[in-house]
């Protein structure tokens, strides 16, 4: 022991007693310590971070700072013993490893000075920066790749969630999950070879480990009115209204569903053929009774195979927090708002043939948009662009922001690029299952009436009536 003592341990430690090599030590301990600081928060405490791009600093950095470390030590003992050798110093007997070397104490006490010193430094950036990973503004805009659904976000209604909570499963499972695909999403974009555009591809988690934290899946919301305001091409833009009262339903105080809601809180499975789950051939419904019935679609040619999919709010609520528009009702909203300017003739018709042309890029749109509709006041209206200029710039402007929240020519996102399962008249949504031609061997078709979903109270009038007895005209 002695003799190994003196033949290895005293020679290094008296060649690491150099300034590379004890720096070497203190980066490898403190980042050593931090790193297992992070472990133990994120396996026993709530405090961690669910973020999956924190796995660059705690997956990443950190153990490069470690092996970064590691490395120096091993340079320093060889240049001190070159420089030593070189100098004809390299003693024949390494002094003795004791506290009272005064040598050797300087040295530890440096080894301590930079272990405290690098813990400082680098568990401060490393907790800033993790704090920095986990709000949205990295996730939405530190990452041009997810520019379109940060943008689509900042609409109403989830503008104040977190990513996170809706795109990681808690748990560790989750947790890992996310880190992985997180890291994987990383190099891609750093390669360059992500996909344009970016699809969900099935990767959020279900419903219950993220809407059904902050939802409560049995409240009974009963009828809800829609009433929606669409303008037409004519000179005028002349507007006209439908009224859809829609039978949301629920769970009522008695425990018993109905509605839309209600419907589908049975467990009811799917299997679809493509990654957007927009071609469902297979439904399967459990009943009370506990039989299942299975519904197939006389459109498809052989069995379904595939992964079962129970339903939940996301097949529905698919877009609840990146809702895309249609040119159609982006537009008809931002004229009902007054963005666009309704007095203009033909806004409506010029307008949607602006947002809906192809542009190469952002930049080239807003440029052609503004030029588009300024020209043809110019040319075609002369009066009204003497008269209403400041009108028609801040529609055009209001028409710019339309395109620029929906449309992103770098990420080949275009108007439609994704569907909205909530409704039927954009996207197959509802009438994906819903279409009648979904059939059960006893001949039962699931239900297309369409007064099992709403009553249509107005559809495209002027002046509804029911506006009227409401109070609302
Ligand atoms: C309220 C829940 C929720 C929040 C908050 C949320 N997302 Fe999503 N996100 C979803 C759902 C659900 C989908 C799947 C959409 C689908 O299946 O059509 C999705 C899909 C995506 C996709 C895939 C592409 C697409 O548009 O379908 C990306 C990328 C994405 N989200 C990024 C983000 C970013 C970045 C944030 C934060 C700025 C965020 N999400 C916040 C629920 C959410
Ligand atoms: C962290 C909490 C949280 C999570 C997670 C969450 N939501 Fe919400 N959601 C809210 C809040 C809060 C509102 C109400 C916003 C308001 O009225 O200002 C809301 C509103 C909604 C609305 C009503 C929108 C409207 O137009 O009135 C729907 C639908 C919805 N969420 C669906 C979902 C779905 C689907 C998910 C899962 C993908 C989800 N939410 C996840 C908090 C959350
Ligand atoms: C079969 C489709 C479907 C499923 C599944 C579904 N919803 Fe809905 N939900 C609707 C429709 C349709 C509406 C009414 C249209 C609207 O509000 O935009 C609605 C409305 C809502 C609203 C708005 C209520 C209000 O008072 O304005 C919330 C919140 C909501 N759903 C949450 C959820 C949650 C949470 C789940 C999952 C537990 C869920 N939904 C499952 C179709 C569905
Ligand atoms: C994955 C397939 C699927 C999708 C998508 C789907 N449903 Fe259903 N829905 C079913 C099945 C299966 C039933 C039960 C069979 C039935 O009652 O006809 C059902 C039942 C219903 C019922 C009750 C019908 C009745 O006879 O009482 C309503 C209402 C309903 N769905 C509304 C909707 C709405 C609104 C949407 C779109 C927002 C939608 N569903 C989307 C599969 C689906
Ligand atoms: C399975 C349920 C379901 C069935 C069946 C159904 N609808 Fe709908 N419909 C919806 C939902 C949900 C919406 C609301 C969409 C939204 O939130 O934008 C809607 C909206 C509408 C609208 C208003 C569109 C708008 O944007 O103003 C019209 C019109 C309409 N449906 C017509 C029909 C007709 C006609 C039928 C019968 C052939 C029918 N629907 C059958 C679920 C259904």
Not at 400 to 414: G, S
Request: one cysteine or more.
């Amino acid at each position: 022991m002695a003799q190994s003592e003196g033949s290895r341990v005293r020679p290094l430690v008296f060649l690491s007693n150099n300034p590379i090599s004890l720096i070497g030590v203190g980066l490898t301990t403190a980042s050593a310590l931090i790193l297992v600081g992070f472990w133990v928060i994120d396996v026993f405490g709530h405090g961690g971070s669910a973020n999956p791009y924190v796995g660059i600093i705690v997956d990443l950095c950190l153990p490069a700072l470690f092996i970064f470390g590691l490395i120096l030590i091993p340079i320093g003992i060889l240049l001190r013993r070159r420089k030593l050798k070189a100098a004809g110093q390299l003693p024949s007997e390494y002094p003795k490893v004791e506290l009272s070397n005064p040598v050797f104490r300087e040295g530890l006490l440096f080894v301590v000075a930079a272990t405290f010193i690098n813990f400082v430094i680098v568990g401060t950036a490393s907790y800033r920066g993790v704090a920095y990973m986990d709000t949205p503004n990295f996730c939405g805009q530190a990452c041009h790749v997810m520019a379109p659904e940060f943008a689509a976000y900042q609409v109403f209604p989830h503008s104040h969630v977190a990513c996170t909570e809706c795109h990681i499963a808690p748990g560790i499972p989750g947790f890992i999950h996310a880190k992985l695909n997180g890291t994987k999403q990383l190099i891609q974009v750093i390669v360059g070879n992500y996909s344009r555009p970016i699809m969900p591809e099935g990767k959020v988690p279900q419903a219950s480990a993220t809407c059904v934290h902050c939802h409560n899946p049995g409240r009974y919301i009963g009828d809800k009115l829609m009433i929606t305001t669409a303008y037409g091409d004519d000179e005028n833009n002349p507007a006209t209204k439908s009224l859809v009262l829609l039978h949301v339903g629920g769970r009522d105080l008695a425990g018993r569903l109905s509605g839309i809601h209600g419907a589908h809180m049975a467990r009811i499975e799917y299997i679809a053929t493509d990654n957007t789950n927009q071609t469902i051939p297979w439904v399967a419904k459990a009943n009370d009774d506990g039989s299942t019935t299975e519904y197939v679609s006389s459109d498809a040619k052989q069995p379904a195979r595939g992964e079962k999919r129970v339903m939940d709010c996301i097949d529905c609520h698919n877009r609840a927090a990146h809702s895309f528009d249609t040119p159609e009702k982006a537009l008809n909203k931002a004229i009902q708002r007054g963005l666009v300017d309704a007095s203009l003739p033909f806004v409506h018709k010029q307008g949607l043939a602006l947002i809906k042309a192809d542009y190469p890029s952002q930049e080239e749109a807003d440029a052609k948009i503004t030029s588009g509709l300024e020209d043809f006041y110019k040319t075609q209206h002369a009066d009204v662009w003497s008269q209403k200029q400041s009108q028609i710039e801040q529609s055009a402007k209001a028409l710019r922001a339309i395109y620029d929240q929906n449309v992103f020519p770098n990420m080949k996102l275009t108007w439609g690029t994704h569907p909205n399962n909530l409704g039927h008249n954009d996207y197959p949504g509802c009438f994906r299952c819903h279409d009648g031609s979904h059939n059960a061997k006893n001949g039962n078709s699931i239900n297309n009436d369409c007064s099992v979903c709403h009553n249509l109270l107005a559809t495209d009038e002027a002046n509804p009536k029911q506006l009227a007895d409401l109070g609302l005209q």
